[in-house]
């Protein structure tokens, strides 16, 4: 018999791949048997299990016949075990609303971190023998290659969690003590949202509805990462969504399906990269592009030209405001006449955590919100609609200084502290 602990070290497919079984840990070395002893094998293995490896071989027939044996009787047990842990980690983190799940190991200890309303706090804690399985079982759930390791990994998978669908976005990466996992939640019936649940005054999304009913042109969403700008991009073709209209979209990843739109799945392995999927769109006689982010130059490029040439495009950027992203255009070596031509708009956006209604942010003994003092959140925004006089300000560098303030006196601009007054008066109308 072999304890779970040691087929924990080396899973079903591990042992599979490499023809072998472990027989014995002591202290840090571990004893397996084999029928291929070469520095690559070992290697591998030190690797995986993070042990030193001692190697004791044996005939092909004898070992297949010994894995067949082992890992049919004890490794289902384990793997089962392991999944029910992750099953309980998912439902407890759908209850709790959290965007996203950290599996941390450490020397002695996992540790299951839940990021909640943009703030991580502890969930659960086990012991490190969990790691490995649970890690295994991840892993399979989304796709991703179960020996490997050494390398950083993405992957994704859905699971049915309390009558609900989730997709969930998996990334690996080593550490010291092994390997991290991050799982991305995105729950379908939370995800899509019309621009009034988001957040949008009724004067803010005016604005927006005159930006993305051109039928040429670009509009930016910009922000830091996880202020919302995914959701908002969604809204706004769910909007555009029609028959008459012909929209493709390359994303990475593609967050959510819609039905009606081509969404292209970037996959960097093969060669379809951002660049090569949006030069690829433009032979199929798009009216609305959406490209997930704008990340190089080259990307950048394209996205402006499709834009001026009878293509409405929708993108992200990294940019802290509606401003910004004009300089950040010009930094990837878009003239300024180009951006001038093609620019209709920029929405720029963060998320801010709202006060408990119930207890107003006393926390203690709270059961609305677990004692935050704190639930849910709400975005704050920017939004630039550019008009002759904007576009004058852009291809002249000199007038960038007066953008904001000649977009505000037009009324081209809702700031920050527009968003602030909105939601000031919703937590007001909702306390009352």
């Known amino acids: ?14 042992a599979r791949k490499y023809k072998v079984i472990p027989m014995e840990l002591n202290n840090d070395i571990l004893t397996v048997e084999g029928i291929k002893y070469d520095f690559h094998t070992i290697q591998d293995l030190n690797i995986i299990t993070r042990k030193k490896i001692k190697f004791k071989e044996c005939s092909k027939e004898q ?34 609303n959290a965007s996203d799940i950290h599996i941390e190991p450490f020397d002695n200890y996992l540790i299951i971190r839940f990021r909640v309303d943009g703030e991580l706090y502890e969930a659960f804690k086990y012991t490190m023998e969990l790691h490995t399985p649970l890690t295994a079982v991840i892993k399979l759930k989304s796709g991703i290659d179960i020996t ?17 669908l989730i997709d969930i976005r998996t990334s690996t990466i080593p550490t010291t003590y092994g390997e991290k996992t991050v ?95 949006l030069r690829a769109i433009l032979r199929q006689d798009p009216d609305v592009i959406m490209i997930g982010e704008i990340r190089d130059s080259e990307t950048a490029k394209i996205a402006i030209r499709s834009s001026i040439t009878g293509h409405l495009v929708l993108s992200t950027l990294h940019t802290n405001d509606t401003v910004a992203s004009i300089t950040r255009l010009k930094d990837m070596g878009i003239d300024l006449y180009l951006i001038s031509a093609s620019l209709v708009g920029v929405i720029s956006q963060r998320l801010v955590r709202k006060v408990c209604p119930k207890c107003s942010g006393i926390k203690y003994d709270c059961d609305y919100c677990s004692g935050k003092g704190y639930l849910g959140r709400t975005i704050v925004y920017e939004i630039l609609q550019v008009d002759d006089e904007i576009r004058e300000c852009i291809r002249n560098l000199d007038r960038h200084k007066e953008i904001r303030e000649i977009a505000i006196e037009r009324g081209k601009m809702i700031t920050f502290e527009d968003g602030y007054i909105s939601i000031s008066q919703k937590t007001l109308a909702e306390n009352i």
Do not use: H
């Not at 018999?1 to 591990?14: G, Q």
């Open 183 to 277: 799982l991305r939640i995105l729950n379908r019936d939370n995800f899509f949202k019309t621009k009034e649940e988001i957040g949008f005054s009724n004067e803010a999304i005016k604005i927006i509805n005159e930006m993305i009913s051109n039928k040429s042109g670009i509009v930016l969403i910009v922000g830091e990462t996880g202020c919302g700008k995914s959701t908002t991009m969604y809204s706004l073709l769910n909007d555009l969504n029609s028959i008459s209209r012909n929209i493709i979209t390359v994303e990475d990843p593609v967050e959510y399906k819609m039905e009606g739109i081509n969404q292209i799945q970037v996959n960097t392995k093969v060669g379809l990269t951002f660049e090569k999927g």
């Open 63 to 96: 070992i297949i016949k010994e894995i067949e044996s082992i890992y049919g009787n004890n490794v289902e047990v384990n793997e089962d075990y392991a999944y029910r842990i992750f099953e309980d980690i998912l439902e407890k983190a759908v209850i709790e």
């Open 1 to 14: 018999m072999i304890s779970n602990n040691l087929l924990s070290l080396i899973p079903e497919k591990v």
């Open 148 to 164: 490997e390791k050494r390398l950083p990994q993405d992957g994704r998978a859905e699971m049915n969690i309390r009558d609900r």
